[in-house]
């Protein structure tokens, strides 16, 4: 089983809104990630948790805020964001070994639109 | 800095061969994958090359060089389901863990 499952699928929000992102593993994956996607460009890394600690932010805007409330779970915060940041916001999991292949596998998706 | 060039468009017909290059300048290289993404979908892994040579995986083979920077996704016997945008990607070693950046994404066409 290789599934991440996110939710919702779709999100439409104001920019004076405060929502949130959900993902979920069930394969004992201890690396958990956040990407935007853009139409028709590739993810871009936003956030790296790893054994439930942030290990990487790729200098995202404090607007997004990401949340690991244990292994299987990996929540994203939104408030006060802006239309440019409607996009597909992809979430992955990985089993977090260092020197294996360490496949990342990707949830479907959240496609946000921000009005 | 990191750079990852893919063609940004390619056609071939059913049942034919289709090469997908990918050229990168990264450091910290620790590995490539090839990633398959249908329009609104996600990503779905298609293999993953750590060593120079070649990876066989049914239809699927990918190659790479670390000594040039290359790599390359081989699909054969296309079929139509085949079209869609292939990523390749390249894992980085920071201190942070370890982290994919993408290339531009090749979106190909299979035509009858």
């Known amino acids: 089983d290789t599934e991440v499952t996110q939710t919702p699928k779709h999100l439409v929000m104001g920019m004076t809104n405060k929502k949130s992102l959900k993902c979920e593993q069930h394969m004992g994956h201890r690396a958990m990630y956040w990407y935007k996607q853009k139409a028709k460009k590739p993810p871009e890394l936003m956030f790296v948790?790893?054994?439930?600690?942030?290990?990487i932010n790729e200098s995202v805007p404090s607007r997004f805020s990401p949340e690991c409330p244990n292994s299987s779970l990996l929540n994203l915060h939104l408030h006060a964001l802006q239309p440019e940041d409607s996009a597909l916001y992809l979430c992955?999991?990985?089993?977090?070994?260092?020197?294996?292949?360490?496949?990342?596998?990707f949830g479907p998706g959240t496609r946000l639109t921000v009005l | 800095g990191q750079n990852i060039d893919q063609p940004t468009e390619m056609t071939a017909t059913e049942g034919a061969i289709v090469q997908i290059n990918c050229t990168y300048q990264t450091s910290g290289f620790n590995g490539l994958f090839w990633y398959q993404q249908h329009a609104g979908e996600a990503p779905t892994f298609l293999s993953y090359?750590?060593?120079?040579g070649l990876e066989e995986k049914g239809r699927f083979s990918s190659f790479l060089s670390r000594s040039k920077g290359y790599s390359y996704l081989l699909l054969k016997e296309l079929q139509m389901k085949d079209s869609a945008s292939y990523l390749c990607?390249?894992?980085?070693?920071?201190?942070?863990?370890?982290?994919?950046?993408f290339g531009t994404g090749t979106q190909l066409k299979v035509e009858l």
């Open positions: 090359n750590v060593l120079d």
């Open positions: 990607a390249v894992r980085i070693l920071t201190g942070g863990g370890n982290k994919l950046t």
């Open positions: 992955a999991s990985s089993q977090g070994q260092f020197g294996r292949p360490d496949t990342q596998y």
């Open positions: 948790y790893s054994y439930e600690k942030l290990s």
